[in-house]
């Protein structure tokens, strides 16, 4: 595991931003070239909600990994957290401006009625603050520890992130279930176990 470590030293943050969008750009290829499907916008709105979970997923994964198998990811964390917010982002720009064309009474009207849409904008309205405060600058502004019970609504926006999933998949239920079932895990994970003690000699 140190091996793997001094090797995750040396990775740039700027390339797992690199690799992160790799499936941003093959959704945008497969939309120029007619390649998404019956219903493209809903493939793409689908889609990138489902890279915003996985996305969410890893974020969430850096301190049970770092915790139980020694693997230190600390350093991308941050930039995991950013490009979940991103995935998200674009997930609710697709519904807005090309499923339902700036329709505001009509996205007004699902916001009401459609509970799965108000809980996942519940979690992308959770999300805003915490990917305002993404940088150094906030965390010297607003000192460690406020900071750090700030970002402790990842777990609210993860709760969440994982009830929208379910709650709109109809055909889906396998990969749903098993996104909210690790994102339930991980949360579990972070708990604070008691240490066992040394048994004395």
Not at 95 to 101: F, M, N, R, Y
């Amino acid at each position: 595991m140190d091996r793997v470590n001094a090797f995750a030293r040396r990775v740039p943050v700027w390339a797992v931003w690199m690799l992160a969008l790799v499936p941003l750009g093959l959704l945008i290829l497969q939309a120029v070239t007619n390649n998404l499907g019956p219903d493209p916008v809903k493939t793409l709105e689908r889609d990138l909600g489902d890279w915003g979970i996985k996305f969410l997923i890893l974020c969430l994964a850096v301190t049970p990994l770092r915790r139980f198998a020694g693997l230190n990811l600390i350093k991308f964390r941050r930039a995991l957290g950013l490009i979940t917010f991103t995935y998200v982002a674009l997930h609710l720009a697709v519904w807005v401006s090309l499923d339902l064309a700036f329709r505001w009474a009509e996205i007004g009207a699902d916001l009401v009625k459609r509970p799965y849409i108000i809980v996942g904008m519940a979690g992308f309205v959770l999300m805003i603050p915490l990917a305002i405060t993404s940088s150094n600058a906030a965390i010297r502004r607003l000192g460690g520890l406020n900071w750090r019970r700030l970002h402790k609504a990842t777990y609210a926006v993860a709760v969440l992130g994982a009830l929208h999933f379910v709650m709109i998949s109809k055909v889906w239920w396998g990969d749903a279930l098993l996104h909210a079932a690790i994102l339930l895990l991980l949360l579990v994970l972070r708990l604070p176990f008691p240490q066992r003690k040394a048994s004395l000699a």
